[in-house]
């Protein structure tokens, strides 16, 4: 490839923490990278003494680093309801755990010891519905805090837990447990949705219809109050719970590479694949990277504001936080309802240390205005965290500024459902920061940017983001070697590799820029263009809130540019907004990459965890059926942009 997309992108200086927050960092040792490096993978036994173990592993890393099977810290036994609960009570059982903030402004707190006996009694409750160990409970709800009680209750039988997102249909949702063969469930009656009562019940009591197996047990908690009609082998959870009251659950404990919960990615670039995570890596991962990259403390209120139902709220809302014993804030609203600045109301009045968010959010808050950031006391915040997608330059610096009053380091953490937990983030504490990237692999973490020979490729040269060792929080089919190759992305040309499907580029200090997904690069002649890089210089547009670029046909060079762009709230998408994007294009990237068609939208399509969803832009640009849309969260948009390219001479 041609250009230098680090020189372009990391063209400003890099930015070092504040002292004050090296001076209490979690990890401020420079030379954690190389430590790790000379003890691998025993290193990795610094993850594993975060936790308590019922009997203490053997091996940090069983059967060699060279290819599966592989088994971290085997022969050791634990329970994640324990290590999430239990462990705590003796030290600070009036500390709050899970702090909830409802959709109508209701607020609920459990403390360390509330949550212990709640969790007790679901899980008496659950294992007189039958539920053992190794069975595959369905956990169907909103961010209430029952679904993490539901979640550790299952975790203390040794049951395995099986989320789906809320906002999913009851086929999704038939689909799902299905194919888990899952026979039991916990659902709700209904949640607020922009102001609307959903019937939550009505959806799931249709999904077991569509079931050919029979589910044994649905538990039904009540969120909207009402009367709901409970029917044979139905339960509600609060009568469950005065059943059981003051019941107590010896914790299950379970081999590390037991099965901790079944999970979906987000589906952005095909229909969402199933991953299973095990217990006491995957637990080791999360921990070691809630307090290394997150910087968690137990005296701190943490905030994550991604939905339960996928990878980053299992990891970094419940299991990361709780293991450590810290403040978890479980938000079950939106960010703008009732007022656009919610989110800086709960932080101000939740006096929140650390909050963790995705580009998607930072992108409406930014559309929406520093004004609604600038009316709340921010001055608690120490750290900014974002997941999810490349952060735009534009956008980093709007977070760093706004947001965290530069006085807070923002972690960009590279991740994915596969991987389980963290995998590529500045160490907040060590390292120094550049907006746009991600940053190094962590300690002990083997990620490297290969061309398509698996050779590493030289600084600044775009290649496949792959990860070529083992790590804790890897998925099962990863560790055993069973059933992956089939459904994931997997090269073993030299030796084993996980190839992660993101194109990357890594530049002299080792710092990883996520360039897109490895088929969202577009090729026009030849030439091969990222969609960060083109969509940063666009969203660096003044007026511009998102983009979104795709490779579309092309009469002359058979490919083209075609960027969809979202203005900010009070910018018209005309023509000379369209000029001044083509023009900083052509300035900023080169007139190839100039876009052959600009399509103003108010919203981008996205997957319901917030994602944009390049590959339906593309279908559309293309006069293409449209790829699986399950996980779209707005479908009308699609209706909306086709009715506007087709316009277009
Ligand atoms: P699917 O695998 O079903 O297509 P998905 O990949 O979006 O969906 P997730 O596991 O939720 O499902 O997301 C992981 C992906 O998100 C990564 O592969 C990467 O493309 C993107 N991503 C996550 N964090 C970052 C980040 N900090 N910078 C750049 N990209 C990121
Ligand atoms: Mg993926």
């Keep these: 490839m041609d250009h230098d997309v680090n020189g372009r992108l990391l063209d400003r200086p890099a930015i070092e923490p504040p002292e004050s927050f090296v001076a209490q960092a979690n990890v401020s040792d420079p030379d954690v990278r190389a430590a790790f490096e000379r003890e691998w993978p025993d290193c990795w036994a610094q993850a594993g003494r975060l936790l308590d173990w019922e009997r203490p592993y053997d091996e940090t890393l069983a059967g060699g680093a060279a290819e599966p099977p592989f088994e971290w810290f085997a022969g050791g036994r634990l329970n994640a309801s324990h290590n999430c609960v239990d462990r705590h009570v003796d030290e600070r059982k009036n500390q709050v755990a899970v ?47 029952e679904l993490p009680v539901a979640m550790l209750a299952c975790a203390r039988l040794g049951a395995v837990h099986n989320v789906v997102f809320a906002g999913f249909s009851a086929e999704a949702l038939a689909n799902r447990m299905g194919r888990a063969e899952s026979r039991f469930l916990v659902t709700c009656d209904g949640y607020y949705r922009r102001g609307a009562a959903t019937n939550q019940k009505n959806k799931a009591d249709n999904a077991r219809i569509g079931l050919d197996h029979e589910v044994e047990a649905t538990v039904v908690v009540s969120r909207l109050g009402d009367e709901t009609h409970l029917g044979d082998r139905q339960y509600g959870y609060v009568d469950l719970l005065a059943a059981h009251e003051g019941d107590r659950v010896d914790p299950v404990a379970r081999r590390a590479a037991d099965p901790l919960f079944l999970i979906y990615t987000s589906g952005t670039t095909g229909a969402p694949k199933a991953v299973t995570h095990t217990t006491g890596g995957y637990l080791a ?22 939905d339960i139902g996928w990878i980053t709220g299992h990891s970094y809302v419940v299991y990361g936080p709780l293991a450590l014993g810290t ?69 980093w610096e709007w977070y760093y500024t706004h947001i965290g009053g530069e006085r807070c380091p923002v972690v960009d953490t590279w991740w994915q459902t596969e991987t389980g937990a963290i995998m590529v983030s500045t160490l907040p504490g060590a390292d120094a920061m550049k907006p746009g990237s991600a ?3 962590l300690p002990g973490i083997g990620a490297r940017v290969v061309d398509g020979d698996g050779r590493p490729t030289p600084p600044g040269e775009p290649g496949y983001l792959v990860l070529d060792r083992p790590w804790p929080g890897m998925p099962t089919a990863l560790a055993t070697g069973e059933g992956w190759a089939d459904s994931h992305p997997w090269r073993s040309a030299d030796g084993w590799q996980y190839v992660a499907g993101d194109e990357a580029t890594v530049d002299e200090d080792g710092y990883v820029t996520v360039l897109g997904r490895v088929d969202d690069v577009i090729n026009v002649a030849g030439r091969r263009f990222s969609t960060m890089e083109l969509e940063s210089s666009i969203v660096e547009v003044a007026g511009v809130a998102e983009a979104a670029v795709i490779g579309g046909d092309d009469r002359s060079t058979g490919r083209a540019v075609y960027a969809y762009v979202s203005p900010e709230r009070d910018c018209p998408g005309d023509d000379d907004l369209r000029a001044r994007i083509e023009a900083r294009v052509r300035e900023a990237i080169g007139p190839m990459a100039t876009p052959e068609a600009v399509v103003f939208t108010p919203e981008l399509p996205k997957t319901r965890s917030g994602k944009i969803m390049r590959r339906l832009l593309e279908d559309i640009a293309n006069d293409e059926p449209l790829g699986d849309t399950s996980a779209l969260r707005n479908p009308e948009i699609l209706g909306e942009i086709e009715s506007v390219v087709r316009e277009e001479p």
């Excluded at 709640?118 to 709800?141: C, I, K, Q, W």
């Excluded at 999360?286 to 504001?305: F, H, M, N, Q």
């Design 99 to 145: 702090q909830w903030e409802g959709r109508l402004g209701e607020t609920r707190t459990y403390t360390y010891l509330d949550l212990y006996r709640e969790v007790n009694e679901f899980a008496a409750a659950l294992r007189s519905l039958g539920v053992a160990a190794g069975d595959v409970v369905t956990l169907y709800m909103p961010m209430i805090p």
């Design 285 to 306: 991962h999360v921990a070691w990277t809630a307090r290394a990259v997150l910087d968690i403390k137990p005296e701190d209120t943490y905030w994550c504001s991604a």
């Design 327 to 395: 403040t978890t804030v479980l938000y079950e609203g939106t960010a703008d309802h009732p007022e656009r600045d919610r989110v800086w109301q709960i932080i101000e009045r939740n006096a929140v240390d650390v909050f963790y968010t995705a580009p998607t959010a930072i992108r409406a808050f930014m559309k929406w205005g520093s004004e609604y950031p600038a009316r709340n006391d921010l001055s608690s915040l120490r750290l900014l965290g974002t997941v999810g997608e490349p952060i735009n330059p534009r956008v």
């Design 439 to 441: 940053g190094m692999a």
